[in-house]
């Protein structure tokens, strides 16, 4: 499988993670230094709390997502290890973050590093997961969402991006939720989206391949030759 990854948005953005952080701690600890030695300027106190609240979301998301290894793409990268070369996987350099183009079709694969039990609740349309604790879900990003939202956006980019392609008939555009944690128990069937362990990615992917979707190697390598190798 061929690699194709945006090392330089990766090195940035972690190198962003990193030094939020420390700025974030500042902020707030300067702001607990004014309330307690000059509790008159509660107004600077709160600023700089809320402030450095703020920053270090921003610090955790940055963090997160590029920061810790194995990271989002590592992660993927393993799951779909011993796919030959008819694939390439496109990390921060397609119009979706992890695009996967090869006989199996065009993928958007939307990674998850939680723990605990995956669901899909039908009823109210949204993934659920059961596990963790409250305060990691709310405080440090640690909550699924809502990926219908995501993988809507990701589809749009990139059937608008494959569609600059002259006389080419763009093929679906599918996604799948990919949950990467060694603590993740994934029983979401009835998903509008694949939804699964990374331990499964490999054999549900060849047997895509396989089936009345596979994609010709001609639209694979037009695909691919578009997004740049």
């Known amino acids: 499988m061929k690699i194709i990854t945006n090392e330089k948005l990766i090195k940035r953005n972690a190198t962003i993670g990193k030094y939020s952080g420390f700025l974030s701690l500042l ?3 300067g702001g607990l230094y004014v309330s307690f030695q000059h509790p008159e300027l509660v107004w600077l106190s709160l600023t700089a709390l809320i402030l450095g609240f703020i920053i270090s979301q921003m610090s955790m998301y940055y963090v997160n997502r590029w920061g810790r290894s194995p990271r ?3 992660a993927l990268d393993a799951a779909l290890k011993g796919l030959d070369d008819r694939y390439a996987i496109y990390h921060y350099t397609a ?4 695009l996967l183009v090869g006989p199996a079709g065009v993928w958007a694969l939307l990674p998850y590093h939680h723990k605990g039990k995956i669901t899909y609740n039908e009823k109210k349309e949204r993934w659920k997961r059961e596990g963790g604790n ?3 879900r709310i405080f440090a990003q640690d909550s699924i969402g809502r990926p219908s939202k995501e993988i809507d956006l990701e589809r749009q980019d990139v059937q608008k991006a494959l569609s600059e392609i002259p006389d080419f008939e763009v093929p679906p555009i599918r996604a799948a939720l990919i949950f990467t944690s060694e603590e993740a128990e994934v029983e979401a069937e009835d998903a509008p989206s694949p939804t699964l362990h990374a331990l499964q990615l490999k054999k549900f ?3 895509r ?3 009345s979707e596979a994609l010709s190697m001609v639209d694979v390598r037009t ?3 578009h997004l740049g190798m």
């Open 223 to 225: 695909i691919q030759d």
């Open 205 to 207: 992917i060849r047997k």
């Open 72 to 74: 989002p793409d590592e």
């Open 134 to 136: 409250l305060y990691m």
């Open 27 to 29: 902020i707030l600890g």
């Open 95 to 98: 119009p979706a973050s992890h």
């Open 209 to 211: 391949a396989k089936s």
